[in-house]
T-cell receptor, first 116, second 110 residues
């Protein structure tokens, strides 16, 4: 099974600042996914990060607000920039892997961001 | 990507069997059905995956009728620790992005 180390696990940030979240995977993967989960809500896909190319953003998410880096096949960062209280959410990274006859998604522990 | 519809919440008691049904009327031929479980303050965790008929593993069963327009996750003899949100996802395997619906919040009571 894939092991994803995500950090920080939580942070409290001031308005207007930025937070960078890191995800490290225990083996190489082609795609990494970044999600946001607002309080009491389901997960919303922010973007898909491929190594060596620019991330693909979902509708409603833009690179200036959520820049993503993918320097190699085991690591990615998501930055949430120019923070406002509306950005207070849990952010999760995810990868997919085949195990037995299934294709499973594995998630990091999540980063709980509070903007004050 | 096929849209899914699930009950928003369900209640159960310890020891009961729980069946959560998901509707996916627009499922495509190459789509699989996958269920995830999420506990508070954790990322979702894979439960079970199937294409048709019935799939069973050590934690759950998945029933898929012939038309594949719905699926039912069956949890046998639930315990308090099964209290979680359960998500049904439909899509092709590998390389596809996961689109989460609203999920079903299951509450298991003593």
């Amino acid at each position: 099974s894939a092991v994803i180390s995500q950090k920080p696990s939580r942070d409290i940030c001031q308005r207007g600042t930025s937070l960078t979240i890191q995800c490290q995977v225990d083996s190489q993967v082609t795609m990494m996914f970044w999600y946001r989960q607002q309080p009491g809500q389901s997960l919303t896909l922010i973007a898909t990060a491929n190594q060596g190319s620019e991330a693909t953003y979902e509708s409603g998410f833009v690179i200036d607000k959520f820049p993503i880096s993918r320097p190699n096949l085991t690591f990615s960062t998501l930055t949430v920039s120019n923070l406002s209280p509306e950005d207070s959410s849990i952010y999760l990274c995810s990868v997919e892997r085949q195990r037995a006859r299934n294709t499973e998604a594995f998630f990091g522990q999540g980063t709980r961001l509070t903007v004050v | 990507l096929a849209k899914t519809t699930q009950p928003i919440s369900m209640d159960s008691y310890e020891g009961q069997e729980v069946n959560i049904t998901c509707s996916h009327n627009n499922i495509a031929t190459n789509d699989y059905i996958t269920w995830y479980q999420q506990f508070p303050s954790q990322g979702p965790r894979f439960i079970i995956q199937g294409y048709k008929t019935k799939v069973t593993n050590e934690v759950a069963s998945l029933f898929i009728p012939a038309d594949r327009k719905s699926s039912t996750l069956s949890l046998p003899r639930v315990s308090l620790s099964d209290t979680a949100v359960y998500y049904c996802l439909v899509g092709a395997l590998l390389g596809r992005k996961l689109i989460f619906g609203q999920g079903t919040e299951l509450s298991v009571k003593p």
